[in-house]
Nanobody
Framework: VQLQASGGGLVQSGGSLRLSCVAS????????MGWYRQAPGKERELVAT???????KYADSVKGRFTVSRDNLRNTVYLQMNSLKPDDTAVYYC??????????????WGQGTLVTVSS
């Protein structure tokens, strides 16, 4: 199963970006999907996750500013990022888990998309 993320870029502080991530391949069902990020010199951290039924979880640092959503028909997860801050600068990775058509589970990562917030 492959994940393709897009939507990163350079934005000024206070601006907005929307990330997208499409899952493709031999997918029978997708369970949790989400976004993580890794800033320079720091460990990868959770940003937001969403279950198949739409239950969401957010890191405290992004609550009220970021919104995670998904389109189950398109196997796509989104991250709407508003009121961006320089501290949000990082490579953002999408993640998805589920079941393949051969009944094996998977836990896949996208290639990462860079978000840079200038002050």
């Amino acid at each position: 199963v492959q994940l393709q993320a897009s939507g990163g870029g350079l934005v000024q502080s206070g601006g907005s970006l929307r990330l997208s991530c499409v899952a493709s391949g031999s997918i029978f069902s997708l369970n949790d999907m989400g976004w993580y990020r890794q800033a320079p010199g720091k460990e990868r951290e959770l940003v937001a996750t969403i279950t198949r039924s739409g239950v969401t979880k957010y890191a405290d640092s992004v609550k009220g500013r970021f919104t995670v959503s998904r389109d189950n028909l398109r196997n796509t997860v989104y991250l709407q990022m508003n009121s961006l801050k320089p501290d949000d600068t990082a490579v953002y990775y999408c993640n998805a888990g589920g079941l393949k058509r051969d009944w094996r589970t998977f836990d896949s990562w996208g290639q990462g998309t860079l978000v840079t917030v200038s002050s």
